[in-house]
């Protein structure tokens, strides 16, 4: 897991200052959570984004962005609700989920929008 900056995000994710048009730049799909160190449905996510990290290692990205740090990054997004998640697959449109979700839901959600089967975890 990597917390981004506006210089990372513009490299690794996205350049709109170049860019109208959503281009991800990417090699393998990514979730974004918006987020903020005050808030307290984001320190319930964050646990589970970093579970993610490790269960998706090598076939998901999974990036972080404080809201109260990168203004700007949050406002490209529109994001008016924290937590936030943002799903950027490969060669497609973004999609955001706002609000804390169970595990299973981000699971379910990296199946729907990246086609990316749950890792079996053994005992």
């Known amino acids: 897991m990597e917390y981004l900056t506006k210089e990372t995000f513009l490299e690794k994710v996205f350049d709109y200052e170049t860019n109208e048009e959503w281009s991800y730049k ?28 490790k269960d998706y290692s090598g076939s998901v990205d999974i990036y972080k962005i404080d809201t109260d740090e990168q203004t700007e990054l ?3 997004f ?12 490969v060669g ?3 999609r955001l989920a706002v609000g804390a979700m169970p595990k299973e839901s981000y699971i379910q ?3 729907d929008i990246f086609g990316i089967k749950p890792p079996i975890i053994l005992l």
């Open 26 to 53: 990417g090699e393998r799909p990514c979730i974004i959570d918006f987020y903020a160190d005050w808030c307290g449905p984001c320190k319930m996510v964050a646990p589970i984004m970093e579970e993610l990290s």
């Open 74 to 76: 949050a406002e490209v």
């Open 78 to 89: 529109g994001i008016r609700s924290i937590p936030s998640v943002l799903f950027c697959p």
């Open 92 to 94: 497609d449109q973004p």
């Open 109 to 111: 959600a990296i199946d």
